[in-house]
T-cell receptor
């Protein structure tokens, strides 16, 4: 079991640049979640998909954020344009509903 | 306003003693409660869960207690071991799914040898 795979592990970019985070969920899982962790807000849910369909994106902070899941084995979270306040650790997680979440090791994003 | 609160950012315990981590919530609709453990540079990993129809669930050294009237969740670790040193998050949701969880901000547990 390879677990949830996220790339890159670290991303440093300048304000205004586009950032794309990638996630490969565990094979056979039917739901995928994007979380963001910051000191101020802790772990907050941004968006989740069920069977590749976005179900709830109410946690996406602004229109600068978008997420896609073109197939069952791949998802992206894009920030365009990026801002310093987007600096955080972004986690992807998957589960076979209604089981517990399995998290990836996260992408640490720094926007300067 | 935060629906899930972990009021202790950190906790230090001696090896072999009991660790008690606490979590309070405001939404009485929550019906599934979980604890996750997180080591540095890793993602959170599932530890133990409890549904609202129970008030206690035990798994080895880990026991989760739920007090619905007080809207309070706790995790007991007995005996504590240095390898338990990590950040612990409580998460909860309603509707029977363990997926789209609302988490507390976490408590950093340090177990001293």
């Amino acid at each position: 079991d390879a677990g949830v795979i996220q790339s890159p592990r670290h991303e440093v970019t300048e304000m205004g640049q586009e950032v794309t985070l990638r996630c490969k969920p565990i094979s056979g899982h039917n739901s995928l979640f994007w979380y963001r962790q910051t000191m101020m807000r802790g772990l907050e849910l941004l968006i989740y998909f069920n069977n590749n369909v976005p179900i709830d994106d109410s946690g996406m902070p602004e229109d600068r954020f978008s997420a896609k899941m073109p197939n069952a084995s791949f998802s992206t979270l894009k920030i365009q344009p990026s801002e310093p306040r987007d600096s955080a650790v972004y986690f992807c997680a998957s589960n076979l509903s209604p089981g517990p979440l399995h998290f990836g090791n996260g992408t640490r994003l720094t926007v300067t | 306003d935060q629906q899930v609160k972990q009021n202790s950012p950190s906790l230090s315990v001696q090896e072999g003693r009991i660790s008690i981590l606490n979590c309070d919530y405001t939404n009485s609709m929550f019906d599934y409660f979980l604890w996750y453990k997180k080591y540095p540079a890793e993602g959170p990993t599932f530890l133990i869960s409890i549904s609202s129809i129970k008030d206690k669930n035990e798994d080895g050294r880990f026991t989760v207690f739920l007090n619905k009237s007080a809207k309070h969740l706790s995790l007991h670790i007995v005996p504590s071991q240095p390898g338990d040193s990590a950040v612990y998050f409580c998460g909860m949701n309603y509707g029977g799914s363990q997926g789209n969880l609302i988490f507390g901000k976490g408590t950093k547990l340090s177990v001293k040898p």
